[in-house]
């Protein structure tokens, strides 16, 4: 089972807001995989979308430390689970499985998230929800997800009505399995307020909704503000919130 990492650390979770099944402020280790097989133009871990050239991976050795190891890929499972043990500070809300794309890894993923949850941790699963034959295969194991919707503003696919129509197919199965999970939708000052309207109107009923301004921030507040009531009237003003990348404010991973 051939396994491509990018990076094991861990720091707060700087997303997800206030909306039910965030861990936004929780303390976290993240299991980075390497690889992704969308294209999104704000893509923040590009150097390791394409999986092939991730010839190693590396594991904090302390948490905050900034200091590495590093091992060759494809990575051994109990590396990976050995990084993760060191890492544990006693204070681990849950285990976040981020990328890239994990379940382009789904064999591997399945046995981390099995073997996470043996250990006693919670698993936390960040994904582009563009997989959903692959994501029933682990919902059980998910106790919470952030699922994105991506705008057609990430120009992330050819086929992006598509990819939004599999995503909230993918929030749908993870629920059903019994995982919290929220949807995150990265907006930019070239969103179309009819485009928002639509992911609320897939969404309502079935998942929160996180708004996060694309980074650096570009977008108004007007327009934010527009975004926001947009999907709240629709969905319910319970059920939206905004999102930042608060790591980036606190200068960790
Ligand atoms: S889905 Fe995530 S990892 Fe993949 S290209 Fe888009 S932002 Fe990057």
Redesign the pocket.
Known sequence: MKLVMAEVFNSWQGEGGSVRGSAFGRRQIFVRFAG?D???L?????EY?NASRVSRWRYEVEPFTGKFKYRPNPAKLDDVVDAILRLDTGDIHSISYT???PTLQIDPLKVLMEETKRLGFDNFLET?GGLPELIKGIAHLTDYASV?IKDET?K?TEDWRALVLREVESIRILKEAGAKVYAKLVVTSETKIENVRWYAELLKGLAPLVIQPREPIGISQEMLMAVYREAAVVMGRRNVGLSFQVHKYLHVL
């Open positions: 992704c969308l294209n999104c704000w893509c923040d871990s590009k979308i990328g890239g794309e582009h994105d990430a992330a």
